[in-house]
């Protein structure tokens, strides 16, 4: 590019003006950025004749831009075989500022080239930096100017040696609004999935804008850094805005899903016993189990009323009181998973009573059903000397009190004939509920 000097440039442009018509127009075009950051901006002309060069100056806001350089636009590059105008001179500090001015010729000597008739041709970029402090959301205006400068630069184009002076438009740069940033989700409570989002603000923001899939689930005030947020089981885009008035930063976002809950297995290996009985109170039970998985909560029921909640979700064992019946009593466990979801009972059966258990009927306490064996334990102990049987309640078959002949025959009646089955206990373990004779039952393995 060759150089003159830019006096001689100005008495080159600064000759005899003309009105100019409606359709020469020299315009800034504005654009954004965010603060701290630079910003271009561009400088295009309208124009109904062929242009061989110009000149403008433009002010702006010395607090909130500093200008950087001024180069030439993309309308200017065929120029000259490609390189572009032989003389584009920006001030980058010109008197009467701040502002930049400019003037460029477009061809020195030979055959002057111009710019043809056309609109929105870009000429030049001026490139600013945009101070850190600069008001996000606010704007801060580029204006056309014709007094900057010493002498003061007109907004001209040259025309065959005239000066038009076209009408003029300015421009702004929009200050962005800081996006917030390190944006992170945090899962609070697997049964609701519900998440803790925590984020950074880089400004002073007058709202914050919480997005789920694009949808607006949130507003908060411009001081929030964190919220809470319930997901799908999807994987879901989850973004954040910073607001400044009527202005709004890009979203930051991340993708997060709930992995929702799987309830653990039910407890295992229950089993109970009793440890004690007392012929008043009743019985002392115990019950022990293995827990596979984490519990809220474990619930002992007995025959399907709740006797006690567990001051331990992670015991393995309990004992309590049975009242005293000849009944069996159903002692049942029931978890709770980390949801409050209840999971299955887990079940065993006592018996609390204070005397023995029998079958009547089973002489030979074998616990099966009553057959022709037991007429023969009946009968080896009456008359071949089989000694006394462990259980002498389960041999007197007929429950009249005592050990004869007729026992044996009240069997056979009912094993092969019509006659009735033994008096309780029968047929499945019980108490004596006639026990006031003097026959006992030491043992009955058959029966716990």
């Keep these: 590019m060759k150089l003159i000097s830019r006096s001689a440039t100005l008495l080159a442009l600064l000759v005899l003006p003309v009105l100019a018509p409606a359709q020469n127009v020299l315009s800034i075009v504005g654009d954004s950025a965010l603060p701290g950051d630079n910003v271009s901006v561009n400088v295009e002309i309208a124009h109904d004749a062929p242009v061989l060069g110009f000149s403008y100056g433009a002010t702006h806001d010395g607090s909130v831009l500093t200008p950087i350089e001024i180069v030439q636009g993309s309308a200017l590059f065929p120029l000259n075989g490609g390189n572009g105008a032989d003389y584009f001179f920006g001030d980058l500090n010109p008197a009467n500022g701040p502002g930049m001015a400019l003037a460029c010729i477009f061809t020195f000597g030979g055959v002057l080239e111009s710019l043809p008739p056309g609109s929105g041709q870009q000429v030049a970029t001026m490139n600013y930096a945009v101070a850190p402090t600069a008001t996000p959301g606010s704007s801060s205006a580029i204006s056309p100017s014709s007094s900057l400068g010493s002498p003061p630069i007109n907004i001209v184009f040259t025309v065959g040696g005239l000066s038009i002076f076209p009408s003029s438009t ?123 998985g984490g519990y809220s909560a474990l619930h002992v029921y007995i025959d399907g009323i709740l006797v006690e909640t567990l001051a331990s979700a992670a015991a393995t064992s309990w004992q309590g009181s049975l009242g005293l019946s000849p009944n069996a009593q159903t002692i049942c466990l029931e978890s709770v998973d980390a949801c409050g979801g209840v999971l299955a009972q887990v079940c065993c059966q006592l018996t609390c009573t204070t005397g023995p258990l029998f079958i009547r009927g089973d002489c030979n306490t074998d616990g099966g059903a009553n057959d022709i064996a037991d007429v023969v334990a009946a009968l080896n102990f009456l008359f071949a000397g089989g000694g006394f049987p462990p259980c002498g309640d389960s041999c007197d078959n007929n429950d009249d009190g005592g050990f004869d002949i007729s026992d044996a025959i009240f069997l056979l009646s009912n094993l092969f004939g019509n006659g009735a089955f033994p008096p309780a206990p029968y047929p499945t373990c019980g108490e004596d509920p006639t026990d006031t004779d003097g026959i006992d039952c030491s043992s009955f393995p058959a029966c716990p």
């Design 170 to 292: 300015g421009g702004n740069v929009l200050i962005e609004v800081p996006a917030p940033s390190a944006l992170a989700s945090t899962l609070s409570d697997i049964c609701s999935c519900n998440y803790d989002l925590n984020w950074t603000n880089n400004a002073s923001y007058t709202g914050i804008q919480v997005r789920l899939d694009g949808a607006l689930v949130a507003t908060l005030p411009g001081s929030a850094t964190s919220t809470s947020v319930t997901l799908p089981a999807a994987s879901t885009n989850i973004c954040i805005t910073g607001v400044v008035a009527s202005s709004s930063s890009t979203q930051t976002c991340i993708t997060d899903s709930c992995p929702g809950y799987t309830p653990p297995a039910i407890p295992s290996g229950f089993s109970c016993n009793i440890i004690a009985t007392d012929p008043l109170t009743g019985c002392t039970a115990e019950a022990s189990w293995t827990n596979p």
